[in-house]
């Protein structure tokens, strides 16, 4: 009988005194269990979340924006073409959110042009 063996028996000698319930797992996968206790062994390693690739690199939209609206005055509205492969979602929320940074929320008004297909960003303070 090797120690850890031994230790575990010897544990189990205590438990028994107190009439405790437990079960013993030694590391050669024998089980030591006193009550009517079951054994729950978890997954080895969680499932990892797959995530969505990211439709354009970091940056992108950001790259593509900045230049029309980095110099605006008050009063001036910028007109930003749609980019191959960016949706006029993306290319209004990224706005929207480049001039809030730039010049806090309510500075600013975005609307899409259907006729031209731009979205045209008017700062108003």
């Excluded at 000698?13 to 729950?40: F, S, W």
């Excluded at 809030?100 to 929320?105: I, Q, R, S, T, V």
Aim: aromatic letters at 4%.
């Amino acid at each position: 009988m090797d120690i850890i063996t031994k230790t575990a028996k010897d544990a189990a000698r205590l438990l028994n005194a107190i009439r405790a319930q437990y079960i013993i797992v030694l590391p050669t996968g024998e089980q030591i269990i006193q009550g009517d206790l079951k054994l729950h062994v978890a997954d080895a390693k969680p499932q990892r979340k797959v995530r969505a690739q990211p439709r354009h690199p970091h940056g992108f939209l950001n790259n593509h924006i900045l230049p029309f609206l980095q110099h605006l005055k008050v009063g001036d509205v910028a007109v930003i073409p749609v980019p191959s492969g960016a949706d006029m979602n993306e290319i209004q929320g990224s706005g929207a959110s480049i001039a809030a940074k730039l010049w806090g929320n309510g500075s600013y008004k975005t609307m899409r042009n259907a006729n031209t297909g731009n979205l045209e960003v008017l700062r108003m303070a």
